[in-house]
């Protein structure tokens, strides 16, 4: 009798577990989402106004970092034909030495097609960075692939000039003799 009574009693715990707790109507289910979709629609702009903000200023976080990447790339026009720095390119490294904020202060070296030439723009831009370091601490130097935007300033000039040169001489229309016919 009591095998009988634990069997029935385990049975029925076993089935009332098994069957879900509340068993949803259709009705019931109407009124949730109704009630779901309401409350959403009076919070509307709330869930979505910072992810519209951070979708707006990641362009700009990305030109910004864009920016400061080009600013302190010593391209290949600060360099002499053997790889040392030219006057322009120390006075490029110490410019990004000391006004590039601290976070983005790396040096880009660009990349030259002979390996030897490229590492002896790494050796000088490594020498000079040592004896001009803020707190004696040297940025991380990188060598990258990008190239410069543009071209040589004495390119510019010569077309500049040539432009100048081509300018015609200003000149004033001749005189007009204007007789009244009376």
């Known amino acids: 009798m009591r095998r009988f009574w634990l069997v029935t009693f385990g049975t029925m715990i076993l089935a009332a577990t098994a069957l879900p707790a509340k068993a949803e109507y259709p009705l019931e289910r109407f009124w949730r989402r109704f009630w779901q979709t309401a409350h959403a629609n009076n919070r509307w702009p709330s869930p979505y106004v910072l992810p519209d903000r951070e979708a707006v200023r990641a362009p700009f976080r990305q030109m910004v970092a864009n920016g400061w990447k080009a600013q302190s790339t010593l391209n290949s026009h600060y360099f002499e034909e053997n790889g040392e720095l030219s006057a322009a390119g120390k006075e ?74 081509s300018i015609p001489e200003p000149r004033l229309p001749e005189k007009q003799n204007f007789t009244d016919a009376n």
């Open 92 to 165: 490029r490294l110490l410019d990004i030495l000391t006004h590039v904020p601290p976070e983005h202060r790396q040096i880009r070296v660009e990349r030259h097609t002979d390996p030897q030439i490229t590492s002896a723009r790494i050796q000088s831009v490594e020498k000079l960075a040592g004896q001009l370091a803020v707190n004696g601490e040297v940025p991380p130097i990188t060598v990258t692939n990008e190239r410069a935007h543009g071209w040589p300033a004495l390119e510019v000039d010569h077309s500049r000039r040539k432009f100048i040169e």
